[in-house]
């Protein structure tokens, strides 16, 4: 299994109409109907009102590969550039989920 998080900053009081027009669009039922996705959550940080925590879980790194490579995920490009400033990522380690 491959456990990812991003953090987003988004563009100031974006983040709300960031995560709405994912759902909106049905990127993000498009997304959780992938073979080999197990969890495609946001989170939203109650310390700052621009970060949106996204962890995802998929069977295989190809799982996520071929996830990267699918129609909707150009418009989730998009709807990125409009509202997020910067993001990090990583990969969470089975120690990180002890």
Not at 11 to 36: F, M, Q, W
Not at 61 to 69: A, D, G, N, Y
């Amino acid at each position: 299994m491959l456990t990812l998080y991003v953090k987003y900053t988004a563009k100031p009081g974006c983040r709300e109409s960031y995560v709405r027009a994912i759902v909106s669009e049905g990127i993000l039922t498009a997304i959780r109907n992938e073979p080999g996705c197990l969890a495609y959550d946001y989170y939203f940080s109650a310390q700052d009102e621009n970060v949106v925590l996204l962890i995802e879980k998929w069977e295989s790194e190809e799982h996520q590969r071929v996830h990267m490579t699918q129609p909707h995920m150009a418009r989730l490009k998009e709807l990125k550039a409009q509202y997020i400033d910067h993001n990090t990522k990583g990969r969470a380690e089975l120690h990180d989920a002890l």
